[in-house]
């Protein structure tokens, strides 16, 4: 066993038990929006801007950590992070203008800790084992989500959602002294230390000229309209179908808990591939055809398939449900693939920063859709959305260039 071992799964370790209790908190919005819609006298429509907002601070914030993780460290940045996250969830219950609560909501969304704790994983394991590292990490969205539901649903009745909001925020400040005890520094890696010997090899340009990242980004611009929108606005389909509460919360907690399958299920593909294919095939063929495919192909049998009865809409939310999650672990693995593990947090914040369009105009546009024409029409806009990051994956898959200048670090010109 390499020496560094028990380092890299401690890290993985603590920066996944760390964004899981991060979308337990923000998963816990769910469980208040209704008191607050009642209470704030608020429309449906203005209740999805809380979505929006989050997935707004999701992305700028994701951009800036990348920034701040460039200058200063990870270190640094999650704390800063962390801290901003605990306050705006602090705030939240006790706020009564909904525009407060919208701008702390996009705070939330600031510190969802994509960006930092990918950069963290990203240095410690290797371009052959990166895949499943990263989709481990990022399923645990999947997982910190259906829990936080399921927590925030049994917790609010008997504490009030204000209550439910704290505790769940002093777990999340209990996880941050975790993932301070856990996480270390990464040593250099090995195929790293070894290009960077080499000496001539390496080249100093910055990260965001590169055309590849910004394909990158408009793919998983795709994979967040699919996957936020359904998110956003499956329950309030299946109550069209006249399901009840208990059948809908189902439906919908399987098909975002199949996300903690199919996210590290995609990356270990993807690392399998690597030997063969090289990093930018391996991970683009694994998004293509196990990930956006079978997204587009649920998505569009939603409306179909659904109607005829509850197995068969929990059959099809899974399937629906498996589709973008799993491009997670080989997307936000590449921009370390292509330049090194230096890159990765100004490299994943640029991808979030394009991605989250999608995410902020889906939950809005799609049920605008539905209720001037119907649901079918929505979601096979959800499904194209899936078809076009398709197309991306194969489009930036098709780009040639030496397996060596693919996976060669990229030296900004702060690092060097």
């Not at 990348?66 to 940045?77: S, V």
């Not at 489009?395 to 670090?409: F, I, K, N, T």
Request: charged letters at 10%.
């Amino acid at each position: 066993m390499d020496r560094h071992t028990p380092g890299k799964y401690a890290a993985l370790s603590g920066c996944t038990l760390m964004l899981s209790l991060i979308y337990m908190s923000l998963t816990s919005w769910s469980v208040a929006v209704n008191e607050l819609a009642t209470s704030l006298r608020l429309s449906p429509e203005a209740v999805q801007f809380g979505s929006a907002a989050l997935i707004a601070g999701y992305a700028i914030g994701g951009f800036v950590q990348g920034k701040l993780i460039e200058r200063f460290g990870w270190r640094p940045t999650f704390t800063g992070v962390i801290i901003a996250f605990l306050i705006a969830s602090a705030l939240i219950p006790v706020v009564q203008n909904y525009g407060v609560i919208l701008l702390l909501r996009f705070v939330q969304g600031w510190g969802c800790m994509v960006t930092v704790t990918s950069a963290v994983v990203s240095s410690w394991f290797p371009t052959r084992e990166r895949g499943l590292a990263i989709g481990v990490l990022l399923g645990a969205i999947g997982l910190g989500s259906a829990l936080g539901g399921y927590v925030a649903g049994v917790l609010t009745p008997a504490i009030g959602w204000q209550n439910t909001f704290w505790l769940i925020s002093v777990a999340t400040v209990v996880g941050a002294v975790l993932f301070y005890a856990l996480v270390r520094q990464a040593p250099p890696l090995e195929e790293e230390r070894t290009l960077a010997d080499a000496g001539p090899a390496l080249r100093i340009r910055s990260i965001y000229r590169e055309p590849k990242l910004w394909l990158l980004g408009l793919m998983v611009m795709c994979c967040f309209f699919n996957a936020y929108g359904m998110y956003a606005y499956l329950a309030q389909y299946l109550y069209t179908l006249d399901y009840t509460s208990a059948q809908v919360g189902l439906v919908v907690l399987l098909n975002g808990l199949i996300a903690v399958v199919s996210t590290p299920v995609g990356g270990w593909i993807s690392d399998r591939l690597v030997a063969r294919k090289g990093a930018l095939r391996a991970r683009t063929w694994t998004n293509a055809w196990v990930a956006l495919l079978v997204a587009a192909v649920g998505c569009a049998l939603v409306p179909h398939v659904a109607p005829l009865g509850l197995g068969a809409a929990v059959l099809i939310a899974v399937v629906a449900g498996w589709g973008t999650p799993a491009t997670n672990g080989p997307g936000l693995s590449l921009p370390s693939d292509l330049f090194g593990s230096a890159a990765a947090g100004p490299g994943v914040g640029l991808v979030l920063l394009v991605a989250g369009a999608g995410g902020i105009i889906s939950p809005i546009l799609v049920p605008y859709i539905a209720s001037v024409s119907n649901w079918t029409v929505g979601w096979y806009v959800t499904a194209g959305a899936a078809v076009v990051g398709l197309l991306i994956n194969l489009v930036l898959g098709s780009e040639r260039s030496s397996q060596a200048a693919d996976e060669r670090p990229l030296i900004t010109a702060k690092e060097a």
